[in-house]
T-cell receptor, first 110, second 114 residues
Framework: KQEVTQIPAALSVPEGENLVLNCSFT??????LQWFRQDPGKGLTSLLLIQSSQREQTSGRLNASLDKSSGRSTLYIAASQPGDSATYLC?????????FGTGTSLTVIP | GAGVSQSPRYKVAKRGQDVALRCDPI?????LFWYQQALGQGPEFLTY????????KSGLPSDRFFAERPEGSVSTLKIQRTQQEDSAVYLCASKYRDLSYEQYFGPGTRLTVT
């Protein structure tokens, strides 16, 4: 069974700092990897989708990379802002199922 | 609306009651997924539909859980004889097609069993 791990579980940074969130998965047979943001009491908002054939995707201050062979993905957030505070989840898509990590809880301190 | 919608948003049930949770996927999306998210955890897969066919129900935790999508659009997740351990957020997601397409999630239904 696919296992997805996210490190760190929690992160607190001052505003303006660049940061990296890590995601690892055990089975490289995936179709894509998706990063989500979840605010307290809310659903999941998709941030970036990386297809299995791609190496990275960028959206604004966010950059996600994928190394399928080693089972790793990173989400880079540049110039963090207090509004970035949320839980960030990565999920790998095996075609008919998503496997999620337990998330990284990010707090950006003004 | 343009997104996935779920109702009710919040549900409180007494232990032993039956509940039904509804999901309206994005129009035209073939694939529909249900997930259960316990507090502080990532979502866990429950079941998957392609149109009206339930292709995978391996994540349903017990035979008290039942899902249907009779016309290939709206889906209902039913939980019979609810237990306290069923308390969680139930998320629905839809996808245009299988494989590499993006999943879009609804806001979830928070179920509390007292």
């Amino acid at each position: 069974k696919q296992e997805v791990t996210q490190i760190p579980a929690a992160l607190s940074v001052p505003e303006g700092e660049n940061l990296v969130l890590n995601c690892s998965f055990t089975d490289s047979a995936i179709y894509n990897l998706q990063w989500f943001r979840q605010d307290p009491g809310k659903g999941l908002t998709s941030l970036l989708l990386i297809q299995s054939s791609q190496r990275e995707q960028t959206s604004g201050r966010l950059n996600a990379s994928l190394d399928k062979s080693s089972g790793r993905s990173t989400l880079y957030i540049a110039a963090s802002q207090p509004g970035d505070s949320a839980t960030y989840l990565c999920a790998v898509d095996t075609g008919n199922q998503f496997y999620f990590g337990t998330g990284t809880s990010l707090t950006v301190i003004p | 609306g343009a997104g996935v919608s779920q109702s009710p948003r919040y549900k409180v049930a007494k232990r032993g009651q039956d509940v039904a949770l509804r999901c309206d996927p994005i129009s035209g999306h073939v694939s529909l997924f249900w997930y259960q998210q316990a507090l502080g955890q990532g979502p866990e897969f429950l079941t998957y539909f392609q149109n009206e066919a339930q292709l995978d129900k391996s994540g349903l935790p017990s035979d008290r859980f039942f899902a249907e999508r009779p016309e290939g659009s709206v889906s209902t997740l039913k939980i019979q004889r609810t237990q306290q351990e069923d308390s969680a957020v139930y998320l629905c997601a839809s996808k245009y097609r299988d494989l590499s397409y993006e999943q879009y999630f609804g806001p979830g239904t928070r179920l509390t069993v007292t």
